[in-house]
């Protein structure tokens, strides 16, 4: 199988390592620290939320440079048939980048958690 990311070729073998639910989580992250973090933050995890967290920790093992601007983008295109980031935000009401990222154990990048704009909370 060919490497997806420079994380792959540097670590070979650390996907078969950890949850295969979640093949691009961070090597120290698991789905229970997920759910405390959801938890923390008022939020009960369902399928369509799993999913996210998934996709974000795709693109970030797939992206070396994180741009806020495209990952709004490939969230939009990848749940359009649901609503793009208009249903992203009723699922993770303190933003699909910074909250999600924070339950995906991903440092979210720079900008993501603008208090004066895309945010309902």
Same mark, same amino acid.
């Given at each position: ?22 093949? &691009?989580?961070?090597? *120290?992250? @698991? ?11 008022? +939020?009960?995890? $369902? ?24 990952? &709004?983008?490939?969230? *939009?295109? @990848? ?11 009723? +699922?993770?009401? $303190? ?27």
């Amino acid at each position: 199988m060919m490497a997806e990311s420079m994380r792959d070729i540097l670590n070979p073998g650390l996907a078969a390592a950890g949850d295969p639910a979640f093949p &691009h989580a961070p090597e *120290d992250w @698991r789905p229970t620290d997920g759910e405390d973090v959801a938890r923390a933050e008022g +939020l009960e995890l $369902g399928d369509s939320h799993w999913e996210a967290v998934r996709a974000l920790q795709e693109y970030f093992a797939k992206h070396e440079i994180v741009n806020v601007r495209e990952l &709004h983008d490939a969230l *939009d295109e @990848r749940f359009h048939g649901r609503g793009g980031l208009r249903a992203l935000y009723q +699922l993770f009401p $303190g933003g699909p980048v910074a909250q999600g990222c924070r339950i995906a154990g991903l440092q979210a990048p720079a900008g993501s958690a603008d208090r004066s704009f895309g945010s309902v909370q």
